[in-house]
């Protein structure tokens, strides 16, 4: 929905890449890398050229989800190729270092990694760029709002008021660097119950949506608690991929189009 940023000396744009949309959350746990996966799917159903930028140094999970590994080969230089799952390139500091290893970094080696990622990566002619922002307000989202011309970011939310606390610190975040909110995805909305048939507000219902309408926000959308998405995220095999008529690919494909 918006347009691309100026790109500027201060922040230069990456050759090729349209669209780098962030996706954010104020915790850790509730479906951010979930969502970015789903959601760069979708848009690439949705017709895009799309790749995915694992931003979540500490604890990457975007190389699973997407059944990808191996270590990126060099194109030319110090510039790395890509890999790629499912027609959408991949780049992940998991795929640097060895699953177990704990990242032990300082703010600045975090910010030159993630400034690798970017511009020594081969990323091609790309719509759109989602990046999986590591949770909270720290030195990577800050790097990334600062050296990147971020068209908007996307933040996710469960519905409890304290992830929403959360959630509301990352958005005021984007605004004071002045990158638009793209809107709120409430992730663990409800659940459906596959025996009983009703629902269940677990974590409360709603909440993300109202605090979206406060703070002049979109709201993008509602994504149910399912089995079903936990098993094919852990599987490699994200549901928009893996049942791509059903219900969620479906839900995933609505918040692809209002972004
Ligand atoms: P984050 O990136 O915010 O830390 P993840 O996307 O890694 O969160 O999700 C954490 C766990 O919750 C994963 O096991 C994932 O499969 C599961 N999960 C995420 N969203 C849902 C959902 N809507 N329904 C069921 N499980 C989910």
Redesign the pocket.
């Known amino acids: 929905r918006v347009a691309a940023p100026e790109a500027s000396s201060a922040k230069p744009g990456v050759p090729g890449v349209r669209h780098i949309i962030a996706v954010a959350?104020g915790?850790?746990?509730?479906?951010?890398?979930?969502?970015?996966?789903n959601l760069a799917l979708a848009l690439k159903a949705n017709g895009l050229r799309v790749g995915v930028l694992d931003a979540?140094i500490y604890?990457p999970?975007i190389p699973r989800?997407f059944h990808v590994s191996g270590r990126p080969e060099p194109v030319s230089g110090r510039v790395l190729k890509p890999l790629e799952g499912y027609g959408v390139k991949v780049m992940s500091m998991g795929f640097m270092v060895e699953e177990d290893t704990p990242m032990i970094w300082r703010g600045p080696m975090v910010m030159s990694a993630l400034t690798q990622m970017l511009r020594e990566v081969a990323w091609g002619d790309l719509d759109v760029l989602v990046v999986?922002m590591p949770?909270g307000t720290g030195d990577a989202q800050l790097t990334m709002a600062q050296q990147v011309p971020l068209s908007g970011a996307v933040i996710?939310s469960t519905p409890q008021d304290l992830a929403l606390i959360d959630a509301r610190k990352g958005l005021n975040m984007f605004r004071r660097v002045e990158v638009p909110v793209l809107g709120i995805v409430e992730?663990?909305?409800y659940f459906l119950c596959p025996d009983c048939g009703s629902r269940h507000d677990i974590f409360g219902h709603g909440g993300a949506r109202a605090e979206a309408e406060k703070l002049g926000v979109p709201f993008l959308g509602e994504?149910?608690?399912?089995?079903?998405?936990?098993?094919t995220?852990?599987a490699g095999t994200p549901v928009v991929v893996s049942d791509p008529d059903g219900p969620?690919a479906r839900i995933y494909r609505d918040i692809a189009s209002r972004v």
């Open positions: 959350s915790k850790g746990g509730v479906g951010k890398s979930t969502t970015t996966a979540d604890g999970s989800l999986d949770p996710v992730n663990m909305s994504v149910p608690l399912d089995m079903q998405i936990r098993i995220s852990d969620h």
